[in-house]
């Protein structure tokens, strides 16, 4: 593949993957709206179905969608998908176009739920597009972006060295199990762009009467996952 078509292919996965992500959010928490009140588990199932989507949309590229695999594949890859080679270039690439589709994502998921925003009273926005703490604690948060990102992309590195049909349906049903297990102290990020790029969304979006975009916390959703991606390509190098 070129580099142009990794791009595009990235693009698209990541833009499906935050959309369906941050919709199944939306549906969860905006008044007015068929979904309201579903819970969480819900959101798990729907960021699982989401990843489900875009790793087949993005098939092409080796459907990272998220930097922290990226990281994990340049340390513990040959290369990033059949014929990508792992450069300097490439790696510049695949995080442009996850920060990029990541963005559209989410601007996509403002206009499905336009009226929900503009009608939501005294609902919070920011909680659709990224994730928060329960309990602020920057460092013990990041702890927890390490541990679930980790999983994440160990896994990931095992199955692509596993003989398996299951392909997008494992990741997904991964990402639903790291969101029951390990999801409820930070909203699981799990991937640094799925939050700053929706966050970045979030903060020049017209939504009226919106709430702070958290720029305080923005660190941790991107450095707890590119943590626990390196740790876990260094493992599976080890024992993998």
Known sequence: MSLGQ???????????????????????????????????????FGWGLAVFAGVFAAFKSGAHLNPAVTVGLLINGDEYAKGVEITAASTLVYFAAEMLGAIIGAVLCWAA????????????????FSTGPQ??????????EVIGTFVL?????????????????????????????LGGPT??????????????????????NK????????????????????LAALVANLYI
């Open 187 to 208: 909203g699981y990020a799990i991937n640094p762009a799925r939050d700053l790029g929706p966050r970045i969304a979030h903060a020049l979006l017209p939504i009226p």
């Open 113 to 128: 739920y336009k009226k929900q925003f503009d009608e939501r009273e005294d609902a919070g926005s920011l909680g659709v």
């Open 211 to 230: 709430d702070d975009s958290n720029w305080s916390y923005a660190w941790v959703p991107v450095v707890g996952p590119l943590i626990g991606g390196v």
């Open 6 to 44: 990794v791009f595009v292919s990235e693009v698209l996965g990541t833009m499906l993957l935050t959309l369906l992500g941050c919709g199944v959010v939306a549906n969860n928490v905006l008044p007015k709206n068929n979904g309201f009140g579903g819970g969480f588990l819900m959101v798990n």
């Open 135 to 144: 309990i602020k604690s920057n460092v013990w948060n990041v702890v927890t």
């Open 153 to 181: 992309v160990f896994v990931i590195l095992a199955l692509g060295k596993t003989p398996s049909e299951l392909g997008p349906l494992a990741v997904a049903m991964l990402v639903v199990g790291i969101g029951a297990s």
